[in-house]
C-alpha cells in the first residue's frame, strides 16, 4: 500500500508541473503575439496604412513623420518652390560731383553714379545662373542705357569627388580676371568714389576656370578679346592667368597676365582707353597707325598688408603692371606702365580715412597713348593719343553708419602730361575733383 500510495504521488506531482510549464509556456506566447500585434499596429499608425470611412489610403511623408527625407528633399531644387532657388541681391549710389572747368562735370551737380541688380538662380546641385542687369553705369546714363554685365552659367565643384574648391567652371559673358580693381569697382565696394588711373577691367566671351591648390588659388580664362559684345573679329582669342593668395595671413598677394590677341578695339579697358592702333579713335601728333588691329601682352602684381592684430587698424595696397602693344608698323608700337599706392587707416570700426595715388602712361616724349582718366577727367577729348603721363591724387573719408551703407567724401586732382611734339596747351594739364557719394547694397 506504501509503495502505490507513493507512486500516486509522484505522478500526481509531475502531471502538476507540466502543466504549470505548459500554462507558462502558453502566457509566454500569449504575450509574444501580444506584443508583435501592437508592434504592427504602431507601424500601421505611422504609415497611416488603415482604411479610413472615406475608403482612401494614405501614405504620410510629413516632415513629422519622415523628418530625415525631409530634411534632405528640402535642400535639392527641385523640392523647392522656384521663388526660393532665385538670390537677388544689388547696389545703387548717388551724390554730387563737381570737376572743375577742365573736367566732365564743370558746372558740379547731383547725378545717379550706379544702379545694378544681380540674380543668381540654381538649376541643379552645384549649378547656377548668374545675370548682372546695369540700369546705370558711372553716370553716363546718354550713351550707356540699360544693359546686361556679367551673364554666365556657373558649375561649382566639378571635381568635389576628389575634393572640395578644385575646379569650378563658368561660361558666358564674364568680368576678364586681370589684376585686383575689378574686383571692387563696384561703387558699394571702392573706397573712394573716383577709381585708379589705369582702373583695368572689362568683361568679355568665353570660358573661364577656377580652383585652389592648397593655400594658393588660380584663374584661367579664355575668351574673345574684343569690345563688341558676342561678335569676334579675329580668330585669335584672349588667354588670362592670375595666381593669388596669402602666403602670410595679413599679406595678400597676386599676379595677374594676359594675352590679348589681335582686336581692332580690346575688350580690356583701362581708365576709359582700350587696345586700338594709334589714331583710330582720336589722331595722334605723330600720325596715325595703317594697322586696323593690334596684339598686346600684360601683366600686374599686386600686394596688400593689412596691419592691426586682425587687420581692423587699416592695409597698404599696392599694384604695379605693365602692357606691350604690339603693332604691325613697329612705329606705333606702345609700352604701357602704371603703378598704385593706397594707405588706409580705420579711424573707427565705422570711419576711415584713405588716400589713393596712381599714374599710366608712356613715359616717352615721343610716344603718346589716349588716357581719359574714367569718367570725371575727359582725357580723351582733351588730349587723344598725345598723352605720356596721367596722374591722380585722391584723398577721401569714409562712414559705414550699418554694414550695407557706406558714406564717401573725397577731394582729388588729375595731371595730365604730353608729348614733346603735341600742339595741345600745356596748361589745359590739370583737373580737380570734389565728390559726396552714398552706396548702398542688398
Known amino acids: ?210 580652383g585652389k591648390i592648397h593655400s594658393v588659388g588660380w584663374i584661367a580664362a579664355l575668351s574673345d578679346g574684343t569690345d563688341e559684345r558676342s561678335i569676334e573679329d579675329d580668330p585669335s582669342k584672349a588667354v588670362n592667368l592670375k595666381v593669388y593668395g596669402n602666403p602670410w595671413q595679413p599679406l595678400y598677394l597676386s599676379a595677374s597676365f594676359m594675352k590679348n590677341g589681335k582686336a581692332a578695339k580690346s575688350a580690356l579697358e583701362f581708365g576709359g582707353s582700350h587696345f586700338q592702333p594709334v589714331g583710330a579713335s582720336h589722331e595722334s601728333s605723330i600720325g596715325i597707325s595703317p594697322s586696323d588691329k593690334v596684339d598686346a601682352v600684360l601683366y600686374e602684381l599686386d600686394a596688400k598688408y593689412r596691419f592691426g592684430n586682425f587687420g581692423e587698424n587699416g592695409h597698404l595696397a599696392l599694384s604695379y603692371g605693365k602692357a606691350f602693344q604690339d603693332d604691325p608698323a613697329p612705329t606705333f608700337d606702345r609700352d604701357l606702365i602704371w603703378f598704385t599706392v593706397e594707405p588706409l587707416y580705420n579711424i573707427t570700426r565705422q570711419a576711415y580715412a584713405v588716400m589713393r595715388y596712381s599714374e599710366i602712361g608712356t613715359y616717352d616724349s615721343d610716344k603718346g597713348y589716349h588716357f581719359d582718366g574714367k569718367t570725371t577727367a575727359g582725357g580723351n577729348s582733351a588730349f587723344g593719343y598725345d598723352t605720356r603721363r596721367l596722374r591722380r591724387l585722391s584723398l577721401g573719408l569714409g562712414w559705414r553708419p550699418n554694414p550695407r551703407t557706406i558714406v564717401k567724401l573725397e577731394v582729388g586732382s588729375d595731371w595730365f602730361d604730353v608729348i614733346d611734339v603735341s600742339p595741345l596747351d600745356a596748361k589745359d594739364d590739370k583737373r580737380n575733383l570734389f565728390g559726396l557719394e552714398m552706396a548702398l547694397r542688398f
Not at 503575439?33 to 479610413?52: A, D, N, P, T
Not at 504620410?60 to 523647392?80: K, Y
Not at 543668381?120 to 550707356?144: C, F, H, P, S
Not at 556657373?154 to 574648391?165: A, E, I, Q
Open 1 to 210: 500500500m506504501k509503495s502505490s500510495g507513493l507512486l500516486l504521488f509522484l505522478i500526481f506531482s509531475a502531471s502538476t508541473v507540466i502543466a504549470q510549464k505548459q500554462e507558462v509556456a502558453e502566457k509566454d506566447t500569449s504575450a509574444q503575439f501580444k506584443k508583435l500585434k501592437e508592434q504592427i499596429e504602431v507601424l500601421q499608425r505611422e504609415l497611416e496604412l488603415e482604411s479610413g470611412s472615406n475608403g482612401e489610403h494614405e501614405v504620410d511623408l510629413s516632415g513629422n513623420e519622415m523628418p530625415s527625407i525631409e530634411g534632405e528633399s528640402s535642400t535639392h531644387v527641385l523640392a523647392r518652390p522656384w521663388f526660393q532657388n532665385i538670390d537677388i541681391s544689388g547696389f545703387g549710389a548717388a551724390g554730387f560731383l563737381d570737376t572743375g572747368a577742365e573736367g566732365t562735370r564743370p558746372a558740379g551737380g547731383f547725378l545717379l553714379k550706379e544702379a545694378s541688380l544681380f540674380a543668381e538662380m540654381d538649376v541643379w546641385e552645384r549649378a547656377t545662373v548668374y545675370l548682372e542687369i546695369q540700369t546705370n553705369r558711372l553716370g553716363d546714363d546718354k550713351t550707356k542705357f540699360v544693359r546686361t554685365g556679367e551673364v554666365y552659367a556657373h558649375f561649382r565643384d566639378v571635381l568635389k569627388k576628389w575634393g572640395d574648391d578644385l575646379l569650378g567652371i563658368k561660361l558666358g559673358r564674364i568680368d576678364i580676371p586681370f589684376g585686383e580693381e575689378y574686383l571692387w569697382q563696384d561703387a558699394s565696394d571702392n573706397l573712394l568714389i573716383s577709381n585708379s588711373a589705369a582702373y583695368p577691367y572689362g568683361w568679355d566671351e568665353g570660358v573661364l576656370l577656377y
